[in-house]
């Protein structure tokens, strides 16, 4: 057959435990302690420093300034039509609403020439 001989392992014999080593924060291990002479303070943590989700603007007050030429359109621009469109339809889906894709075009268009009449 096979000229290797399997040895048999007893398994009835227990295997001791590790002991579980507990250290404090501030507490140096046993192992190193001869190991080095000088230890290296830790720094001082310093608290972090507030993240603002928004920019903070200018000036109070400050008016952005536009190109003149952009300041004589009153068409808002197709791509803005077809985002707000792409909206509306999603919505109108949504809820199952009445509508097709012209009115949405319509409803985009109407709703961005007020929002710029407000400005």
């Known amino acids: 057959m096979n000229d290797k001989?399997?040895?048999i392992i007893n398994t009835n014999q227990s295997v001791p435990k590790k002991n579980k080593i507990t250290q404090k924060k501030?507490?140096?291990?046993?192992e190193a302690e001869g190991s080095s002479s000088k230890v290296k303070p830790r720094k001082a943590s310093r608290p972090r420093s507030k993240a603002t989700g928004r920019k903070q603007p200018t000036a109070a007050g400050a008016k952005i300034s536009i190109a003149p030429e952009a300041e004589g359109l009153s068409e808002p621009l197709d791509d803005a039509i077809r985002l707000r469109a792409y909206f509306i339809?999603?919505?109108r889906r949504?809820?199952?609403?009445a509508g097709d894709a012209d009115s949405d075009w319509l409803e985009a268009k109407r709703q961005l020439l007020f929002e710029a009449g407000r400005r």
Request: glycine share 0%.
């Open 5 to 7: 001989a399997i040895a």
């Open 26 to 30: 501030n507490e140096v291990p046993a």
């Open 89 to 91: 339809s999603e919505r």
């Open 94 to 97: 949504r809820f199952a609403l």
